[in-house]
């Protein structure tokens, strides 16, 4: 997303076993944007350590359906019991991105986003399920709606990169303000 709005980054992942720090938030109540915003942090904290001048973003993303969290699946068979879980029902997805520099904390911010997906067949959750195969582990949710899985939902609310997982719009806003990209 970065690169096609025109940025000139560098990818370096975190490598930062999130599952302690969630694990923990998750333990006191803390809401799905807390958890997105601190783990967007921690993982550019991680990054910046290796970068100490350079801005480094770090984002995650959390979906809350009814109270229940899902993450990324780990294969097919987990895709398939989440996108059975969320079939016909409603589910938040926030996007949460950080900014840090050193070890200072310069930005970070989280938008959600509201999708309801639809009473698909159990013959289209098969058909998506192949075609969809690469990208059923690399999302929240075992979907990608900028592809096939945009076929899942009934309606959509919210902004479309947000649910990509990035608040896009509001970071390059806090970049053109700090001058690293053009007004």
């Not at 490598?15 to 803390?30: F, I, M, Q, V, Y």
């Not at 096939?148 to 990169?161: H, T």
Request: charged share 25%; glycine share 8%; net charge negative.
């Amino acid at each position: 997303m970065l690169r096609s709005a025109g940025l000139e980054i560098a990818a370096h992942p975190s490598d930062l076993d999130e599952s302690p720090l969630k694990a923990r938030l998750e333990k006191t109540g803390s809401s799905g944007r807390d958890i997105a915003l601190a783990l967007a942090e921690a993982k550019a904290r991680a990054v910046a350590t290796h970068f100490p001048e350079a801005l480094v973003i770090g984002a995650d993303q959390i979906l809350d359906c009814d109270g229940r969290r899902y993450d990324k699946p780990a294969n097919r068979e987990e895709a398939r019991a989440q996108l059975i879980a969320l079939r016909n029902r409603t589910h938040e997805l926030v996007s949460a991105a950080a900014v840090v520099q050193g070890d200072r904390l310069l930005w970070h911010h989280a938008e959600q986003a509201r999708l309801r997906m639809r009473d698909f067949s159990d013959a289209f959750l098969d058909l998506y399920l192949t075609k969809a195969d690469s990208g059923l582990t690399g999302s929240v949710g075992a979907y990608q709606l900028e592809n096939l899985g945009a076929q899942l939902f009934s309606s959509v609310e919210g902004d479309f990169f947000v649910i990509l997982g990035l608040p896009l719009i509001s970071l390059l806003a806090f970049l053109r303000e700090k001058g690293v990209i053009e007004v």
